[in-house]
């Protein structure tokens, strides 16, 4: 009889802890406490570029390039109240298709605050520096590793004409 008293107040803990208080839901929770939270250092990032003027009727399409980062030393902290902090230096090496440099820009700072959030299959939003959401899709993710990749497609109106950028990009970081 004490063997079974024992197991159900096991039983009955062991739903407790895992139980959802108020309008919480399973999902809630695990987004609480998801790998994600925490600070991560940025350990590479490619990234494929192409970039077109738009004046009028006409159309010029510039070669592909390739951007990279070089002698990283940036930190991403996701926070709980939904943004993710970014700090640190990086080289940018812009490469033709061939893979020639094109430019190379030494220790450029990166800084800045961004909001963040979950969309429904567990990748991340972030807003971008134009304010629009850009999706980074999860590939991986350990409690050490992740490796995330975006495509996003800008344009940008001077008033004489538009610049629209194609970039597809790749970022891994590790704790």
Same mark, same amino acid.
């Given at each position: 009889?004490?063997?079974?008293?024992?197991?159900?107040?096991?039983?009955?803990?062991?739903?407790?802890?895992?139980?959802?208080?108020?309008?919480?839901?399973?999902?809630?929770? $695990?987004? #609480?406490?998801?790998?994600?939270?925490? @600070?991560?250092?940025?350990? /590479? %990032?490619?990234? +494929? &570029?192409?970039?077109? *003027?738009?004046?009028?009727?006409?159309?010029?399409?510039?070669?592909?390039?390739?951007?990279?980062?070089?002698?990283?030393?940036?930190?991403?902290?996701?926070?709980?109240?939904?943004?993710?902090?970014?700090?640190?230096?990086?080289?940018?090496?812009? $490469?033709? #298709?061939?893979?020639?440099?094109?430019? @190379?820009?030494?220790?450029? /700072? %990166?800084?800045? +605050? &961004?909001?963040?959030? *979950?969309?429904?299959?567990?990748?991340?939003?972030?807003?971008?520096?134009?304010?629009?959401?850009?999706?980074?899709?999860?590939?991986?993710?350990?409690?050490?590793?992740?490796?995330?990749?975006?495509?996003?497609?800008?344009?940008?109106?001077?008033?004489?004409?538009?610049?629209?950028?194609?970039?597809?990009?790749?970022?891994?970081?590790?704790?």
């Amino acid at each position: 009889m004490l063997k079974k008293a024992t197991t159900a107040v096991l039983i009955a803990i062991t739903l407790g802890l895992f139980s959802c208080s108020g309008n919480e839901t399973v999902s809630d929770l $695990l987004r #609480e406490n998801h790998l994600i939270y925490g @600070t991560w250092n940025l350990k /590479a %990032v490619e990234s +494929t &570029q192409k970039i077109s *003027f738009i004046e009028g009727d006409e159309v010029i399409e510039f070669p592909d390039q390739i951007v990279v980062y070089e002698n990283i030393n940036i930190t991403m902290e996701f926070k709980t109240d939904k943004t993710v902090e970014t700090k640190g230096t990086t080289d940018i090496k812009t $490469l033709d #298709e061939d893979g020639s440099t094109i430019i @190379t820009l030494l220790n450029q /700072a %990166v800084l800045g +605050t &961004q909001n963040w959030d *979950f969309d429904d299959e567990e990748n991340i939003i972030i807003q971008g520096a134009d304010g629009l959401p850009e999706l980074m899709i999860i590939e991986k993710l350990t409690e050490t590793e992740l490796e995330v990749t975006s495509n996003k497609v800008q344009e940008v109106d001077n008033g004489f004409y538009t610049q629209k950028v194609e970039a597809n990009a790749y970022m891994k970081l590790e704790r």
